[in-house]
Protein backbone atom coordinates (compact mmCIF):
# COMPACT_ATOMS: atom_id res chain seq x y z
CA UNK A 1 0.00 0.00 0.00
CA UNK A 2 1.32 3.40 -1.01
CA UNK A 3 0.05 6.83 0.55
CA UNK A 4 1.15 10.39 -0.90
CA UNK A 5 1.70 12.71 2.34
CA UNK A 6 1.72 16.02 0.44
CA UNK A 7 2.71 19.36 2.31
CA UNK A 8 0.86 22.70 0.96
CA UNK A 9 3.12 25.38 -0.17
CA UNK A 10 7.15 25.64 0.49
CA UNK A 11 10.04 27.64 -0.22
CA UNK A 12 8.95 30.71 -1.25
CA UNK A 13 5.22 30.30 -1.44
CA UNK A 14 4.58 30.87 2.79
CA UNK A 15 1.47 29.81 2.30
CA UNK A 16 -1.17 31.67 5.09
CA UNK A 17 0.71 33.83 7.61
CA UNK A 18 -1.16 34.68 10.97
CA UNK A 19 1.27 36.14 14.53
CA UNK A 20 4.61 35.55 12.88
CA UNK A 21 3.74 31.35 11.21
CA UNK A 22 4.01 30.58 8.18
CA UNK A 23 1.41 27.73 6.67
CA UNK A 24 4.29 25.67 4.61
CA UNK A 25 5.79 25.19 8.28
CA UNK A 26 3.02 23.73 9.62
CA UNK A 27 1.79 21.80 6.33
CA UNK A 28 5.44 20.43 6.58
CA UNK A 29 5.82 19.72 10.42
CA UNK A 30 2.18 17.43 10.24
CA UNK A 31 3.50 15.93 6.57
CA UNK A 32 6.50 14.74 7.92
CA UNK A 33 5.23 12.97 11.62
CA UNK A 34 2.34 11.51 9.40
CA UNK A 35 4.64 10.03 7.27
CA UNK A 36 6.50 8.54 9.65
CA UNK A 37 3.66 7.11 11.86
CA UNK A 38 2.55 5.16 8.75
CA UNK A 39 5.73 3.88 7.80
CA UNK A 40 5.87 2.65 11.09
CA UNK A 41 2.62 1.06 10.33
CA UNK A 42 4.23 -0.88 7.68
CA UNK A 43 2.95 1.80 4.63
CA UNK A 44 5.00 2.98 1.53
CA UNK A 45 4.97 6.50 1.90
CA UNK A 46 6.00 8.97 -0.73
CA UNK A 47 6.41 12.63 -0.34
CA UNK A 48 6.19 16.17 -2.16
CA UNK A 49 8.62 17.76 0.21
CA UNK A 50 10.57 16.62 3.44
CA UNK A 51 11.54 20.06 4.25
CA UNK A 52 11.15 23.75 3.23
CA UNK A 53 11.57 23.50 -0.62
CA UNK A 54 9.45 25.33 -3.38
CA UNK A 55 6.83 22.42 -4.68
CA UNK A 56 4.76 22.48 -8.17
CA UNK A 57 1.47 20.85 -8.46
CA UNK A 58 1.85 19.82 -11.43
CA UNK A 59 5.12 17.72 -10.11
CA UNK A 60 2.92 16.18 -7.13
CA UNK A 61 0.66 15.39 -9.62
CA UNK A 62 3.07 13.07 -11.58
CA UNK A 63 5.00 12.48 -9.02
CA UNK A 64 1.89 10.17 -7.42
CA UNK A 65 0.68 9.22 -10.81
CA UNK A 66 4.17 7.49 -11.85
CA UNK A 67 4.55 5.70 -7.86
CA UNK A 68 0.96 4.43 -8.55
CA UNK A 69 -0.04 5.29 -5.12
CA UNK A 70 -3.61 4.18 -3.40
CA UNK A 71 -4.15 7.67 -2.18
CA UNK A 72 -2.75 11.03 -1.88
CA UNK A 73 -3.55 13.47 1.22
CA UNK A 74 -2.80 17.05 1.26
CA UNK A 75 -2.08 18.92 4.18
CA UNK A 76 -2.72 22.81 4.46
CA UNK A 77 -4.09 25.14 7.06
CA UNK A 78 -7.06 27.56 6.68
CA UNK A 79 -7.42 30.97 6.63
CA UNK A 80 -10.34 33.89 6.21
CA UNK A 81 -10.10 37.39 6.81
CA UNK A 82 -12.44 39.23 9.03
CA UNK A 83 -13.46 37.21 12.28
CA UNK A 84 -11.65 34.09 12.17
CA UNK A 85 -13.19 30.93 11.27
CA UNK A 86 -12.60 27.78 13.21
CA UNK A 87 -12.43 23.97 12.80
CA UNK A 88 -11.44 21.46 10.33
CA UNK A 89 -12.50 20.86 6.28
CA UNK A 90 -11.50 18.32 3.66
CA UNK A 91 -12.26 18.53 -0.18
CA UNK A 92 -12.63 15.31 -2.46
CA UNK A 93 -13.33 14.97 -5.71
CA UNK A 94 -17.04 15.49 -7.79
CA UNK A 95 -16.07 11.91 -9.24
CA UNK A 96 -17.04 10.77 -5.86
CA UNK A 97 -15.48 7.52 -4.75
CA UNK A 98 -12.76 6.39 -1.85
CA UNK A 99 -11.98 9.87 -2.13
CA UNK A 100 -14.83 11.09 -0.05
CA UNK A 101 -14.49 8.15 2.65
CA UNK A 102 -11.30 9.25 2.82
CA UNK A 103 -12.15 13.32 3.11
CA UNK A 104 -14.85 12.19 5.71
CA UNK A 105 -12.56 10.11 8.03
CA UNK A 106 -10.01 13.10 8.13
CA UNK A 107 -12.45 15.27 9.43
CA UNK A 108 -14.04 13.35 12.17
CA UNK A 109 -10.64 11.84 13.15
CA UNK A 110 -9.45 15.67 13.47
CA UNK A 111 -12.74 17.15 15.13
CA UNK A 112 -12.46 14.67 17.90
CA UNK A 113 -9.26 16.52 18.96
CA UNK A 114 -11.78 19.65 19.36
CA UNK A 115 -11.76 21.35 16.45
CA UNK A 116 -15.65 22.25 14.57
CA UNK A 117 -16.59 20.11 11.95
CA UNK A 118 -17.05 21.78 9.04
CA UNK A 119 -17.61 18.62 6.85
CA UNK A 120 -16.59 17.38 3.28
CA UNK A 121 -17.01 19.26 0.30
CA UNK A 122 -16.38 19.74 -3.60
CA UNK A 123 -14.74 22.53 -5.31
CA UNK A 124 -15.02 23.32 -8.93
CA UNK A 125 -13.71 25.57 -11.52
CA UNK A 126 -15.40 27.91 -13.98
CA UNK A 127 -14.87 24.80 -16.70
CA UNK A 128 -17.10 22.63 -14.05
CA UNK A 129 -13.82 20.27 -13.26
CA UNK A 130 -12.44 20.12 -10.01
CA UNK A 131 -10.75 23.09 -8.65
CA UNK A 132 -7.85 21.72 -6.89
CA UNK A 133 -5.23 20.24 -9.19
CA UNK A 134 -4.11 17.45 -6.65
CA UNK A 135 -7.58 16.48 -6.94
CA UNK A 136 -8.74 16.62 -10.45
CA UNK A 137 -5.01 15.53 -12.05
CA UNK A 138 -4.15 12.31 -9.79
CA UNK A 139 -5.61 9.13 -10.58
CA UNK A 140 -5.45 8.02 -7.26
CA UNK A 141 -8.06 8.91 -4.71
CA UNK A 142 -7.17 12.07 -3.80
CA UNK A 143 -7.97 14.71 -0.65
CA UNK A 144 -7.19 18.07 0.47
CA UNK A 145 -7.64 18.58 3.89
CA UNK A 146 -7.59 22.10 5.75
CA UNK A 147 -6.66 21.06 9.09
CA UNK A 148 -7.27 24.52 11.21
CA UNK A 149 -7.22 28.00 10.64
CA UNK A 150 -4.08 29.58 11.31
CA UNK A 151 -5.35 33.17 12.32
CA UNK A 152 -7.66 31.56 14.91
CA UNK A 153 -5.60 31.44 18.45
CA UNK A 154 -8.13 29.09 19.64
CA UNK A 155 -7.55 26.57 16.87
CA UNK A 156 -3.92 27.41 16.83
CA UNK A 157 -4.07 26.75 21.15
CA UNK A 158 -5.45 22.90 19.99
CA UNK A 159 -3.16 22.27 16.96
CA UNK A 160 -0.61 19.50 18.59
CA UNK A 161 1.60 17.81 15.93
CA UNK A 162 2.07 14.77 17.27
CA UNK A 163 -2.00 14.32 17.97
CA UNK A 164 -3.01 15.53 14.71
CA UNK A 165 -0.81 13.61 12.60
CA UNK A 166 -2.28 10.55 14.60
CA UNK A 167 -5.20 11.38 13.78
CA UNK A 168 -4.51 12.21 10.26
CA UNK A 169 -2.35 8.72 10.08
CA UNK A 170 -5.37 6.37 11.48
CA UNK A 171 -8.09 8.07 9.04
CA UNK A 172 -5.48 6.97 6.34
CA UNK A 173 -5.02 3.17 7.89
CA UNK A 174 -9.31 3.33 8.14
CA UNK A 175 -9.93 3.98 4.77
CA UNK A 176 -6.74 2.37 3.24
CA UNK A 177 -5.57 -0.55 5.62
CA UNK A 178 -3.01 -2.96 5.43
CA UNK A 179 -3.90 -6.59 5.27
CA UNK A 180 -3.40 -8.38 8.49
CA UNK A 181 -2.82 -4.75 10.20
CA UNK A 182 -5.46 -3.78 12.92
CA UNK A 183 -6.46 -0.79 13.82
CA UNK A 184 -4.94 1.53 16.81
CA UNK A 185 -6.91 1.36 19.94
CA UNK A 186 -7.42 4.44 21.72
CA UNK A 187 -4.79 4.68 24.20
CA UNK A 188 -4.93 5.06 28.15
CA UNK A 189 -7.04 7.88 29.14
CA UNK A 190 -8.39 8.84 26.09
CA UNK A 191 -10.97 11.25 26.39
CA UNK A 192 -13.59 9.92 24.20
CA UNK A 193 -13.46 6.68 26.33
CA UNK A 194 -13.96 9.04 29.36
CA UNK A 195 -16.95 10.24 27.65
CA UNK A 196 -18.48 7.26 26.38
CA UNK A 197 -18.42 5.91 30.05
CA UNK A 198 -20.18 8.91 31.39
CA UNK A 199 -22.84 8.28 29.21
CA UNK A 200 -23.31 4.75 30.05
CA UNK A 201 -23.52 5.89 33.47
CA UNK A 202 -26.17 8.22 32.73
CA UNK A 203 -27.71 6.52 30.38
CA UNK A 204 -27.81 3.14 31.64
CA UNK A 205 -26.82 3.40 35.62
CA UNK A 206 -23.36 1.36 34.30
CA UNK A 207 -21.00 2.98 37.68
CA UNK A 208 -18.28 2.55 35.52
CA UNK A 209 -14.49 4.23 36.84
CA UNK A 210 -14.75 7.59 34.22
CA UNK A 211 -11.11 6.80 33.67
CA UNK A 212 -10.45 6.52 29.63
CA UNK A 213 -9.62 3.20 29.54
CA UNK A 214 -11.70 0.43 27.80
CA UNK A 215 -11.87 -2.57 29.07
CA UNK A 216 -14.09 -5.37 30.61
CA UNK A 217 -16.63 -3.84 32.17
CA UNK A 218 -16.76 -0.66 29.48
CA UNK A 219 -17.68 -3.69 27.33
CA UNK A 220 -20.50 -5.32 29.06
CA UNK A 221 -21.86 -1.79 30.23
CA UNK A 222 -22.07 -0.99 26.24
CA UNK A 223 -23.95 -4.30 25.60
CA UNK A 224 -26.28 -4.04 28.06
CA UNK A 225 -27.18 -0.44 26.89
CA UNK A 226 -28.05 -2.19 23.98
CA UNK A 227 -30.08 -4.27 25.05
CA UNK A 228 -31.54 -1.72 27.45
CA UNK A 229 -32.26 0.02 23.98
CA UNK A 230 -33.92 -3.27 22.28
CA UNK A 231 -36.22 -3.81 24.97
CA UNK A 232 -37.11 -0.07 25.38
CA UNK A 233 -37.82 0.58 21.58
CA UNK A 234 -38.73 -2.69 20.15
CA UNK A 235 -40.36 -4.86 23.40
CA UNK A 236 -37.54 -7.57 23.03
CA UNK A 237 -37.61 -8.77 26.13
CA UNK A 238 -34.02 -9.63 26.35
CA UNK A 239 -31.96 -10.67 29.97
CA UNK A 240 -30.16 -7.71 30.47
CA UNK A 241 -26.64 -9.14 30.92
CA UNK A 242 -24.35 -7.19 29.20
CA UNK A 243 -23.45 -10.91 26.93
CA UNK A 244 -24.20 -10.44 23.12
CA UNK A 245 -25.26 -13.64 22.53
CA UNK A 246 -27.84 -15.74 20.25
CA UNK A 247 -30.80 -13.99 21.51
CA UNK A 248 -29.22 -10.15 21.37
CA UNK A 249 -28.21 -10.93 17.90
CA UNK A 250 -31.68 -12.34 17.27
CA UNK A 251 -33.36 -9.08 18.70
CA UNK A 252 -30.89 -6.64 17.23
CA UNK A 253 -32.37 -4.51 14.38
CA UNK A 254 -30.47 -3.00 11.35
CA UNK A 255 -28.95 0.76 11.80
CA UNK A 256 -28.51 2.43 8.90
CA UNK A 257 -26.96 5.82 7.27
CA UNK A 258 -29.21 8.92 8.78
CA UNK A 259 -30.24 6.55 11.72
CA UNK A 260 -30.08 8.59 15.11
CA UNK A 261 -30.26 7.67 18.73
CA UNK A 262 -29.01 6.23 21.59
CA UNK A 263 -28.21 2.82 19.72
CA UNK A 264 -26.53 4.44 16.92
CA UNK A 265 -24.80 6.10 19.55
CA UNK A 266 -23.90 2.58 20.73
CA UNK A 267 -22.54 1.77 17.49
CA UNK A 268 -20.56 4.54 17.30
CA UNK A 269 -18.95 3.83 20.70
CA UNK A 270 -18.08 0.39 20.13
CA UNK A 271 -16.35 1.35 16.98
CA UNK A 272 -14.28 3.57 17.93
CA UNK A 273 -13.51 1.45 21.53
CA UNK A 274 -12.02 -0.88 18.81
CA UNK A 275 -9.96 1.43 17.54
CA UNK A 276 -11.85 3.27 14.51
CA UNK A 277 -11.51 6.56 16.06
CA UNK A 278 -12.17 8.64 13.48
CA UNK A 279 -16.14 8.75 14.48
CA UNK A 280 -17.26 10.40 17.51
CA UNK A 281 -19.74 9.12 19.24
CA UNK A 282 -22.79 11.52 18.74
CA UNK A 283 -25.86 9.56 18.05
CA UNK A 284 -26.26 10.62 14.37
CA UNK A 285 -25.06 8.13 11.38
CA UNK A 286 -23.11 10.92 9.41
CA UNK A 287 -20.99 10.10 6.89
CA UNK A 288 -17.77 9.40 9.39
CA UNK A 289 -19.87 7.20 11.01
CA UNK A 290 -21.18 5.24 7.25
CA UNK A 291 -17.26 4.90 6.63
CA UNK A 292 -16.17 3.83 10.17
CA UNK A 293 -18.53 1.12 9.63
CA UNK A 294 -17.64 0.34 5.75
CA UNK A 295 -13.86 -0.18 7.06
CA UNK A 296 -14.82 -2.26 10.52
CA UNK A 297 -16.64 -4.25 7.52
CA UNK A 298 -13.76 -4.86 5.48
CA UNK A 299 -11.51 -5.37 7.89
CA UNK A 300 -14.05 -8.39 9.13
CA UNK A 301 -14.84 -9.93 5.93
CA UNK A 302 -17.94 -8.76 5.62
CA UNK A 303 -19.99 -6.63 3.20
CA UNK A 304 -19.41 -3.42 3.29
CA UNK A 305 -22.46 -1.84 2.47
CA UNK A 306 -22.61 0.57 5.50
CA UNK A 307 -25.55 -0.85 7.31
CA UNK A 308 -25.18 -2.21 11.16
CA UNK A 309 -27.32 -5.12 10.87
CA UNK A 310 -27.09 -8.36 12.79
CA UNK A 311 -24.09 -9.97 11.76
CA UNK A 312 -22.14 -6.39 11.65
CA UNK A 313 -23.58 -6.29 15.80
CA UNK A 314 -22.50 -9.71 16.06
CA UNK A 315 -18.71 -8.79 15.17
CA UNK A 316 -18.71 -5.18 16.96
CA UNK A 317 -20.40 -6.49 20.38
CA UNK A 318 -19.09 -9.93 21.01
Given amino acids: MT ?14 VANGVYEKDINL ?76 ALVYAIAALGFANRGIKTRTNAAGQDYFGIIRDTYAPAVLVE ?41 TGDPVVRQIQATLNQRYGANLGVDGIFGRLTKVAMVRGLQTELNRQFGRNLVVDGVFGPATRAAAVSVRPGAQGNITYLIQAALYTRGYTSVIPDGVFGPGTETAVRAFQRDQGLAADGIVGPNTQDRLFR
Avoid at 9 to 14: A, E, K, L, Q, Y
Avoid at 62 to 75: H, P, T
Avoid at 175 to 186: H, K, N, Q, Y
Fill in 29 to 104: ALSNEVTRILRQRGYTVINNRTTDVNRNINADVALANRSNVDAVVEIHMNSNLGNPGTGTEAYFSIRGGRDRDLAA
Fill in 147 to 187: VAFINNPNDMAMLNIGRVSQAIANAVMQVFPLAGVPPVPPA
Fill in 3 to 16: IAIFAGHGGSDFGA
